[in-house]
Every structure is written in structure tokens, then in C-alpha cells.
């Protein structure tokens, strides 16, 4: 009985130390502008090939979110320096991924994946028997309930078998990643996977890393007979002057191997990352992203059927797929992005996003209906919070596995913006103020304890 007391003590002792971190140091470090965005989406598909076009405002109206990492020479070294590209994803899947219909991406963040209040050591990963001893990695991201046993937990993966039929059976999600400057600058979109872990599909990788070990310095710097120079100027990306027409990036059709004899003088710079054409599943994607006056249009394109089982999910008329995109902005990255709940994907049927069917090489987008939706801050929001009956009022989300989804973008937003910047208010509540409500619950607990002990001498 004191065992069980314990465990149900120890949950919310939990809730009550992040409740007390929030309230003491997260007020006014809200990473995010806005509570909520919208994303405007359109599909359409002919006998071949399925479009999406998306459109968005990027967070600041006066430069698109074309820059990443960079190196910059200074005092005779190559420094790392840079920012956060705009990012689109969305997350693809049937029937088989059960809830993804209303929970969306919240089926593959857990409290224990990386940038997550209970997000393991580099070192328990890496020394983990599948994470670390078979994928070679050292932290946890996005997988679905499915990929773990009973409990779910980052750690407690099923057996390579059941891992395969998964994949057979199409119980994956496949994830579209558009990447402003990893990838749109060549015309594609990165291609990924959900299970049990987030894997990039086979093929060569449309970027990788610009970089001589054993030089400690760029590998290629610009080819000046292309772009008119060996580098870029760090003034001109710190002062975001460069356009999305300019060479804010470095790709291989462009590029020369790296000299060091040049003359490289204090705040030369060269792209971290070196862009080429990616292959085989990996390369299913083609994107054309443009920018104006804060809006980003983008269109993806894809096989319906690219043939890669176990990899993408397969498109046919008739059918009816869910979807759940998210958007990086304003330089964020990790958990800082928006987010939504599960939508409806029909192929020529009715649904949250209907794709139409045309005649012809491309769609004409004008006679394409359009839905738009709103994307919400999620905050430390997971799919172990929005189920976890216990913590209901207390935070939850209140929501029931394969119910509707009870609470709309704005009152997440709302939500959100509480767990970062204040108090935790009762979801259900919007009118009731909890002030100190995590500091008096985490003394409350502590006296529980205190009684225990006690009880047990």
C-alpha cells in the first residue's frame, strides 16, 4: 500500500517540480512570437504524382528564414556561427498508427524525448541495447506507442520482428521535411520516417556537413568563377542582406575544394552545409519554396506510389490518409515550433483536406479547394500529458485516446503560453487563477512524504 502511495506521489511530485521551475524561471522566455499561426493547404494528384501546396507567414515580415549554420574565419580559426531556417513538416499516415486521426504529432512526442522534461543523458542512450547499440545514437526522437511495450518509454523497444511486421503492415508515419536552406535551394524536400525512432529514408542525403578534419576547415569554399567569390560576408547574413535569389548556401555544382593559401580575412564565410541532389527514397520529394512579403508558398510533389514500402506511405484514389504538419519560425528550433492536431487527407473523396484530381503536368491551383489551419505552440505538451488521466485539471489536456479532439488551436495556445510564462491553470477553467499552485503542491507533497515515512517506522 505505501508502495503504491509512493508511485502516485512521485507523478505529481513530478508536475510539481516542472510547476515550480516554470514559475521561477521561464516567465518572459517564451521562445515564440504568437500563440497560434495558420497554414493554408492545398492537394491535388493525377494518375502519378500528388502536390501539396502550402502557404505561411515566416515570423518577421523583412527577411525570409533562409540561413543556418556557418563558418566564419576569425583570428585565424573557423568558427561555428549561424541561425535556425524556416521549416515545414507534416506527418503522413493511414489507419494503422491508431489516434493519429485526432492526436496528430502528439503521438510522437513523449515527456522522455530529447529537449523533454524527462529526456534521458546522452550516456543512458548511447549504453541502451537498441537506441545505442543498434542505431548508434545518443538521444531519444520522435516514435509511436506502437514501437514500445507496456509501459511506453524510450527505452522499452519491441523486438526487431515485431519492429519489421510494423513496417509490413504500414504501421509507420512517413515525414515530409521541408528545410528553407538544407534543402529547398536544390528543389527537394528531405524524406522521413516514424517508428521507432525518427530515421531518414534510404538514399544519399540531399546536404551533409562542409567540413575538413584533418585541416580544421572547410572542405569546398565557393567557386569565384561562379558566384564572383571564394566566400560570403558574415556582415551581410548577420544583417540579413542576402535574398533568397542570392548564394546564401553552398552546393556542389558551385563549389571548389577548400584552399588554405587564400587570403581569408576576419569574417569570411562559408555554408556549414553542403547541398546536392539527393537519391532513392530519400530523394521522392521535389519543393519549390518562394518568398514575398513574409509569405512562404511552398509546393512538394511526390509519386503517389514512390515504391519504397516501409519507408513512405502509398497513395491511391479512393483513399482516406491523415495528416499533421508543423512549422519552424522566427529562428527556433527543437520543441519551439507550432503544431496540430490529426487531419483527414482524402484522395479524390471528401475530407479536412480534399485533393482534387487534374489533367496535365501540374495542378492549376486557383480551382483547388483550400483549407486552412491553425497551428498551435504546444509548449511541454506530450502525448503522456494529454492521456494521463491522473493529471487531469492539473494540466491535462483532457482528451480520451480516439475521441475528438475537445480543445481547439487558440485555448492550446493559451495553454501553452501558462506552462511557459506563469502559473498552471486548470484547461478546463479559463476563468480561474491557481496563483503559486505548483509551489503549494510540491510542499503539500512534500509533507505526504514526510507522513510515510513515518508511517513506515
Known amino acids: 500500500m505505501i508502495m503504491k502511495s509512493i508511485k502516485i506521489y512521485r507523478k505529481f511530485l513530478i508536475l510539481s517540480l516542472v510547476s515550480i521551475l516554470i514559475v521561477s524561471v521561464a516567465a518572459g522566455a517564451i521562445p515564440v512570437d504568437e500563440k497560434t499561426v495558420d497554414l493554408n493547404i492545398k492537394a491535388a494528384y493525377n494518375d502519378d504524382n500528388i502536390h501539396f501546396l502550402f502557404e505561411f507567414n515566416s515570423a518577421d515580415a523583412s527577411y525570409p528564414g533562409i540561413y543556418h549554420d556557418y563558418y566564419r574565419y ?44 524527462d529526456a ?34 524510450w527505452d522499452n523497444v519491441v523486438s526487431q520482428e515485431e519492429l519489421d511486421q510494423l513496417r509490413q503492415e504500414g504501421t509507420f508515419l ?68 542576402l535574398t533568397i535569389t542570392d548564394y546564401y548556401y553552398i552546393a556542389e555544382e558551385f563549389a571548389i575544394s577548400f584552399d588554405p593559401e587564400h587570403d581569408w580575412q576576419e569574417g569570411d564565410t562559408i555554408p556549414r552545409r553542403m547541398l546536392r541532389v539527393p537519391s532513392e527514397s530519400r530523394g521522392q520529394i521535389t519543393a519549390d519554396g518562394t518568398w514575398n512579403d513574409g509569405m512562404w508558398t511552398v509546393e512538394l510533389i511526390r509519386k503517389l506510389d514512390t515504391g519504397y514500402t516501409g519507408e513512405d506511405i502509398s497513395l491511391a484514389e479512393g483513399g482516406m490518409y491523415y495528416i499533421s504538419p508543423a512549422l519552424h519560425i522566427g529562428d527556433t528550433a527543437g520543441r519551439d515550433h507550432y503544431v496540430t492536431w490529426g487531419h483527414s487527407l482524402g484522395i479524390g473523396v471528401g475530407a479536412d483536406v480534399q485533393a482534387v484530381r487534374f489533367e496535365g503536368q501540374s495542378p492549376n491551383w486557383d480551382d483547388v479547394p483550400e483549407r486552412t489551419i491553425t497551428m498551435f505552440y504546444p509548449s511541454v505538451m506530450s502525448y503522456d500529458l494529454l492521456l494521463d488521466n491522473d493529471l487531469h485539471g492539473v494540466g491535462a ?61
Not at 221 to 232: A, E, K, N, R, Y
Not at 402 to 427: C, K, T, W, Y
Request: with cysteine; proline share 6%.
Open 74 to 117: 576569425e583570428n585565424g580559426s573557423w568558427v561555428v556561427d549561424g541561425y535556425n531556417e524556416d521549416r515545414m513538416t507534416m506527418l503522413l499516415g493511414g489507419h494503422q498508427v491508431e489516434n493519429f486521426d485526432t492526436l496528430g504529432c502528439f503521438l510522437t512526442c513523449h515527456d522522455d524525448v530529447r529537449f523533454m522534461p
Open 120 to 153: 534521458p543523458s546522452s550516456e543512458q542512450v548511447a549504453a541502451s541495447d537498441y537506441l545505442g547499440g543498434v542505431l548508434g545514437v545518443s538521444d531519444v526522437r520522435k516514435y509511436i506507442p506502437e514501437s514500445r511495450d507496456h509501459p511506453i518509454s
Open 174 to 241: 512517413d515525414l515530409l521535411h521541408w528545410r528553407a536552406h538544407r534543402s529547398n535551394p536544390i528543389g527537394y524536400s528531405d524524406s522521413q520516417n516514424v517508428l521507432e525512432y525518427r530515421k531518414s529514408d534510404t538514399g544519399q542525403s540531399p546536404y551533409y556537413t562542409n567540413w575538413d578534419a584533418e585541416g580544421n576547415h572547410p572542405a569546398y569554399m565557393f567557386d569565384p568563377q561562379i558566384t564572383g567569390s571564394s566566400s560570403l560576408s558574415w556582415d551581410d547574413i548577420n544583417d540579413r542582406k
Open 397 to 457: 489536456a483532457c482528451t480520451e485516446a480516439g475521441s475528438p479532439v475537445p480543445h481547439g488551436a487558440e485555448r492550446m495556445g493559451d495553454f501553452a503560453f501558462e506552462l511557459e510564462n506563469g502559473p498552471i491553470q486548470d484547461i478546463e477553467d479559463t476563468e480561474r487563477e491557481a496563483p503559486g499552485f505548483g509551489i503549494v503542491f510540491a510542499i503539500s507533497g512534500m509533507l505526504f512524504v514526510f507522513f510515510l515515512v513515518g508511517k513506515r517506522k
